[in-house]
């Protein structure tokens, strides 16, 4: 079991002893659902992280480094960054409106509730179009990678402090 | 065709940097970093404006009388002054701080879902202009207490559209908080580095983690219970009218379901960056490591159990469970104070204004922390119920838990963000001022509380009370000063404060490995991680002595 799964699951048995316990005591139900729900609620993360590590095979924490760590003999280091494979290389998204757009199309569906259904219809259609083109820019990215329009001409060092180059890398240069 | 992929060994600099500074770029970014910055100045300029509200309160209560406004002006101010403060402010600057600094701990080119971290902070900004443009309608703004009990806020003895736009403004940033703690949760659950093990994050990443978590299981109840309100005020529901089968106290029950934890979503990440200062101006390691996790988990538990503790003096709870569990929370609080100080012992101690802010931080937290567990007790605070001793209480808490936490974290940081240096001279003027006029303006509330004076009043005409009330006014004006003397330190630094280079106060985490302020793909070089203290080791790793220590079973078991 990975750290993660055990702190999800440790708050939800937390949870549901505690609604358990609190219901004998007081017979007050909204309060049990509350917190039996609140069992439910990390149980039911921590067991699909759970799931998830024995469908990968446990690349999580092992049996080993489990019993290492509760025997306290201090774990083996894992592969440093030098080890990482290609297939670990995370990729940025370029900047893109569409999530300030589809915010101010929540924004107009909720307030519409209040000021009427013209603008419930306008925020419902501001969400739809802004989904479109979002889901239109991850196609793209996926698709065709991350198009730089400025790879050439280095832009100006951002911040307000010019530092000339404090990691004089002799790393290889992107392909552009 | 270029895709920038991220080559986490090194990458050749600035090549790959967006032009950063324009109103477009901050309109369209995806980098957490801008992202955690816009977040920490909506939620600033949210404070002054809170703040603001807070002077006026002030101003008003100063002497017997009305002063400035009437009453009904009053409920509005100080509700929006709450609101403001609580919801608007407190919950959100910690998650802008998060945003910025957990990727850069955790080792991490980004969060895990860049476009959605957008989302959730335009849906906050969107969620804040909607409760603010309540002051501008018919009626004014909500006047009702941040906490809006129902039946008072229902429509049978509050119309008009503030209150409505107050109900969905906070849905909306409470939806805001949901998405943004998905992503944050996520980032740290599966963003981490190659041997950046869940128990070698640094406690601050601990800290926005449990409090993420706790967003995640609190804002749901909150979102709920606001859609009752609006569906009860607006559409003829039923909820909380018991002449028709409601309930009142459903209100109160869920809302504190959410409220209680709403305070550990303040405080934990601030007692993450306690977390982080501390040992950095001591020269040591931090004392305690694994406990301090495991306090986090326990205050996350404990808060979703002792809800009812708000609802003491309705008669209808159990008082004994809620008593005992809010009494248990003062256990891992205080393994954590505990904890602080067992790092300062000994330490080679460096006064900087981040620090002196953490031991002020110490100090009115145990004030505030010990206050509270009075309040624990039913017959106390049945005596102290809705008066100035609970304003206090929690003022010591939120405001000098909160608010110390976060100028440090301000002062310790800001080299990262910006690559230049806050004045310390500037900085221990702001906090001088800042620790006497909190201090002045809190404290003789604890004694006027006792004496009975009810909170939510615009008028009182009991004269003893004046004293600790002009007291506690220059006080609060005295803050004000403190807080305009940060922002004239804000504006003079980041044109010309001293450069800061990389790692001005030898940092203990990943941030400090990387420029300041980092590029957009964070890091040009990663440094392996073999202890909680990976920039420690890297800016040693040519020291025997070092090298011996960590790999020194003993010694990695005393701080495992």
């Given amino acids: 079991m990975t750290d993660e799964a055990g702190i999800l699951l440790r708050v939800s048995i937390f949870g549901f002893v505690a609604g358990v316990v609190y219901w004998f005591l007081s017979y007050e139900w909204l309060g049990t659902v509350a917190l039996l729900l609140l069992g439910a609620g990390p149980g039911f993360a921590g067991l699909i992280l759970v799931q998830e590590q024995r469908h990968r095979g446990g690349t999580g924490e092992s049996r080993a480094v489990a019993l290492r760590r ?9 592969p440093g960054p030098e080890d990482l494979g290609a297939e670990d290389l995370g990729v940025l998204p370029l900047p893109t409106i569409w999530p ?77 | 065709m270029a895709t920038t992929e991220l080559p986490l060994p090194a990458l050749p600099e600035a090549h790959h940097e967006e032009p950063s500074g324009g109103i477009v770029d901050y309109l369209t970014t995806v980098d957490h970093k801008k992202i955690g910055l816009l977040y920490i100045f909506t939620a600033f300029a949210v404070f002054l404006a809170g703040g603001l509200l807070a002077l006026l309160v002030r ?106 736009l107050w109900i969905i403004g ?12 998905v992503n944050l949760v996520t980032t740290i659950f599966r963003m981490r580095m190659p041997g950046m093990t869940m128990f070698r994050m640094p406690l601050f990443t601990w800290g926005v983690l449990v409090n993420q978590l706790l967003i995640l299981f609190a804002f749901p109840p909150l979102t709920v219970v606001f859609a009752l309100l609006f569906l009860e005020r607006n559409f003829g ?7 028709a089968g409601g309930s009142p106290l459903l209100y109160q029950h869920i809302f504190w379901f959410f409220g209680h934890p709403e305070v550990y979503i303040i405080i934990l990440p601030i007692f993450g960056i306690i977390s982080e200062v501390i040992p950095v101006f001591s020269r040591k390691p931090l004392f305690g490591y694994r406990a301090m996790v495991f306090a986090f988990f326990g205050i996350a538990a404990l808060s979703f159990g002792v809800w009812a503790h708000h609802m003491f003096a309705t008669g209808l709870v159990y008082l004994p469970y809620f008593s005992i569990m809010s009494l248990l929370i003062g256990v891992p609080t205080g393994i954590k104070v505990f904890n602080w100080i067992g790092t300062m012992w000994r330490g080679s101690i460096t006064l900087s204004t981040a620090m002196l802010m953490a031991l002020g931080f110490i100090v009115v937290f145990l004030i505030g922390g010990i206050t509270g567990i009075f309040l624990a007790s039913p017959p106390i605070d049945f005596a102290v119920n809705d008066t100035y001793y609970v304003v206090a209480h929690f003022h010591y808490i939120m405001v000098g838990g909160l608010l110390y936490g976060m100028f440090a974290g301000f002062y310790f940081w800001f080299p990262k963000f910006t690559g230049r240096r806050l004045s310390e001279r500037l900085g221990r003027w702001h906090f001088f001022t800042f620790f006497i006029g ?16 009810p909170r939510r009043i615009a008028d009182y005409d009991i004269e003893r009370w004046t004293t600790a009330n002009v007291l506690s006014t220059i006080g609060a004006f005295l803050t004000a000063v403190s807080v305009l003397i940060f922002l004239w330190n804000f504006f003079v630094s980041i044109r010309r404060g001293q450069p800061a280079g990389d790692d001005p106060w030898e940092g203990n985490s990943l941030e400090w490995v990387t420029s300041s302020p980092p ?14 203290r990976p920039a420690f080791d890297h800016r040693h790793r040519d020291n025997p002595a070092f090298a011996a220590a960590h790999t020194d079973p003993e010694r990695n078991q005393d701080r495992g």
Wanted: glycine share 10%; proline share 7%; net charge negative.
């Fill in chain 1, 70 to 78: 509760l025997a306290g003999i201090p774990p083996q280091d894992p």
């Fill in chain 1, 100 to 176: 300030l757009a589809a915010s101010l199309g929540v924004a107009m569906l909720f307030t519409g509730l209040i000021y009427g259904l013209w603008l419930v219809i306008l925020g419902l259609g501001l969400i739809v179009y802004a989904a479109w083109g979002w889901l239109a820019a991850v196609n793209r990215e996926n698709r065709y990678g991350r198009i730089q329009a400025d790879t050439e001409a280095p832009s100006p060092q951002s911040g307000p402090v010019s530092d000339p180059d404090p990691h004089p890398s002799s790393a290889r240069q992107p392909e552009s």
């Fill in chain 2, 59 to 164: 101003w008003e209560l100063a002497t017997p009388g009305l002063q400035v406004m009437g009453e009904n002006t009053y409920n509005q101010v100080f509700t929006m002054h709450g609101t403001l403060m609580i919801f608007l402010f407190a919950a959100q600057v910690t998650t802008g701080l998060g945003n910025y600094l957990v990727p850069l701990q955790i080792g991490a080119a980004d969060v895990a879902f860049p476009r959605a971290n957008a989302m959730s902070y335009w849906l906050y900004l969107f969620g804040v202009l909607i409760v603010v443009s309540s002051f501008f309608v018919a009626g004014g703004p909500a006047a009702v207490a941040w906490t809006a009990y129902a039946p008072l806020s229902t429509s049978e003895f509050f119309q008009g559209t503030g209150m409505d």
């Fill in chain 2, 170 to 181: 906070l849905a909306v940033v409470g939806v805001a908080g949901i998405l943004g703690a």
């Fill in chain 2, 237 to 243: 529901a039923e909820f909380f009218d018991p002449t």
């Fill in chain 2, 438 to 453: 909190f201090n002045m303006t809190f404290f003789f509330q604890f004694l006027v509380g006792l004496d009975g004076m």
């Fill in chain 2, 519 to 532: 590029p957009s793909h964070n890091f040009h070089h990663l440094p392996e991680v073999h202890s909680e």
